[in-house]
């Protein structure tokens, strides 16, 4: 069993900031990529930024330059920094990972997502 908790998020102004964070436990072999994906009010969940088990990085143009991505290997951790912080960003932001478990096969495992609003 592997099960991904997040914390973190909230209200905030419009150019505050937040971070979230997210934690996997259970039976974990290796964590391949992780990452954390959002969804606003009438749209479909889209990634917004991925890290890879080598440090590979891709963010969505939406939130380049404003948002920072980091994972914590020894920790199975990854967090998500989020700077100048736009209306257009409040949405219910996920994690997911994708696990190796010790049973050596992989799945993608999500979080149970967390509301990030920002007021203008």
């Known amino acids: 069993q592997v099960q991904l908790v997040e914390s973190g998020g909230g209200l905030v102004q419009a150019g505050g900031s937040l971070r979230l964070s997210c934690a996997a436990s259970?039976?974990?072999?290796?964590?391949?990529?992780m990452g954390w994906y959002r969804e606003a009010p009438g749209k479909l969940r889209e990634a917004s930024a991925t890290?890879?088990?080598?440090?590979?990085?891709n963010y969505a143009d939406s939130v380049k330059g404003r948002f920072t991505i980091s994972r914590d290997n020894a920790k199975n951790t990854v967090s998500l920094q989020m700077n100048s912080l736009e209306p257009d960003d409040t949405a219910v932001y996920y994690c997911k990972m994708r696990i190796r478990t010790t049973s050596g096969n992989a799945y993608n495992y999500w979080g149970q997502g967390t509301q990030v609003t920002v007021s203008s």
């Open positions: 259970g039976s974990i072999g290796s964590i391949e990529t």
């Open positions: 890290i890879t088990s080598d440090g590979r990085i």
